[in-house]
């Protein structure tokens, strides 16, 4: 079993930034893809970005591409997303999600809790 717990969260500004954490408990998450996810009031999950085991790799969604940045420290069980350039649009809960391999659709086999971002304009 993996714990993912979200945290960095809030209130921003447009044209801002924030940076998200997500911690890993349990089962280290080394071996697994690290996701981040976020989900709107009244919109589908979507995929923000997501990072390979060894963090050689990183894939985005395009509405964030150019703007966000997901890295990870595996010897913490620690991944981040760096968000930059914020517009209200970005408002939504912020997931971090955990599995074997690279997926784009919201089924990632563990998930934490959600940390709030709003983005005022």
């Known amino acids: 079993q993996v714990q993912l717990v979200e945290s960095g969260g809030g209130l921003v500004q447009a044209g801002g930034s924030l940076r998200l954490s997500c911690t890993a408990s349990g089962r280290t998450t080394r071996q697994y893809v690290m996701a981040w996810f976020r989900q709107a009031p009244g919109k589908e999950r979507e995929f923000v970005g997501c990072i390979s085991s060894s963090g050689g790799s990183t894939y985005y969604g395009d509405s964030v591409k150019g703007r966000f940045t997901i890295s990870r420290d595996n010897g913490k069980n620690t991944v981040h997303l760096q968000m930059n350039t914020l517009n209200p649009e970005d408002t939504a809960v912020y997931y971090c999600?955990?599995?074997?391999?690279?997926?784009?659709?919201?089924?990632?086999?563990?998930w934490g809790q959600g940390t709030q971002v709003t983005v005022s304009d």
């Open positions: 999600a955990a599995d074997a391999v690279v997926r784009y659709s919201p089924n990632y086999e563990y």
